[in-house]
């Protein structure tokens, strides 16, 4: 599992390089078909990941490549599931709260994760089956990998004895978030809301600096694998509440139910 956490690292450490030379100019923004935004560097980070994850042995489900029909995908035991540029809307905005998002499933479930923050030179990573996460400051985006993993710190979620910090999203607090928080209220503890795009949000409760993520809208599996591979190192719980049970991926329908992310 090391060589493949290897080449995702270095994968997203050639895509946040990508990504960070569109950031600091002028660029063009497009309209996908299902509204969301898209600019040259989705492309460019797109292009850089799959030239090297084809040379795994693994097949790639992308946000920015064409899907393959289930009927091909079903017989995938393993696969890639990527998101070249998480937080689209916040590169946009220049917020600096954008992450690539690399993770590698089995059976459906997250088995790694790696999440950059290219504009924060901060790097996420587990090999879930070593119930360990570990998150380090990348100096360079042609350092070493084994010296990334030298200096890496495992990370680990914490409660607070006093504060119920509930992450949500910058662009999508909706109705149902909001009510839900409202419900946590009754536990006696202060609430406190802590804003944040991107799969950043998986990273605040996996490092202990938030209890709840609620996400009542919309996302894909590229966007929350990789955060889950995350969580579930340290034990932290992704749950889909349409099932009741952890989240799934490469299924038929790739938009994911509504799901709760805690470390409760």
């Known amino acids: 599992m090391r060589p493949y956490l290897k080449t995702a690292i270095e994968a997203a450490l050639l895509a946040g390089k990508e990504i960070m030379t569109v950031y600091t100019r002028n660029f063009e923004v497009e309209i996908k078909d299902d509204a969301s935004p898209l600019t040259e560097a989705d492309r460019a980070a797109n292009t850089v990941i799959v030239k090297l994850l084809q040379q795994t042995p693994f097949p790639i489900i992308s946000e920015e490549s064409r899907q393959l029909p289930y009927e091909t995908r079903k ?3 393993t696969c890639w599931i990527v998101d070249p540029l998480d937080g689209t809307k916040e590169f946009i905005k220049k917020n600096d709260e954008f992450t690539v998002n690399i ?35 990348v100096e360079d985006s042609d350092t070493d990998i084994d010296l990334l993993f030298a200096k890496a710190e495992s990370i680990h979620p914490k409660i607070h004895p ?81 099932t009741g049970n952890e989240m799934q991926y490469n299924k038929e329908h790739l938009l994911n139910h509504f799901f709760l992310v805690t470390n409760q």
């Open 103 to 137: 993770a590698l499933v089995s059976n459906g479930i997250p088995v790694m994760g790696v999440i950059l923050v290219p504009a924060l030179n901060e790097l996420y990573y587990t090999i879930v089956s070593e119930s360990k996460a570990y998150k380090v400051v």
């Open 75 to 77: 017989n995938w035991e």
């Open 162 to 242: 006093t504060k119920t910090r509930v992450v949500g999203s910058r662009s999508h607090m909706n109705d149902e978030t909001l009510h839900f928080i409202e419900q946590l209220k009754s536990n006696g503890k202060e609430i406190e809301i802590v804003s944040k795009g991107s799969s950043l949000k998986f990273c605040l409760i996996a490092e202990g600096a938030a209890d709840y993520y609620p996400r009542f809208a919309p996302t894909m599996e590229w966007d929350t694998a990789a955060g889950q591979a995350i969580c579930k190192a340290v034990n932290v719980t992704v749950k889909d509440i349409t």
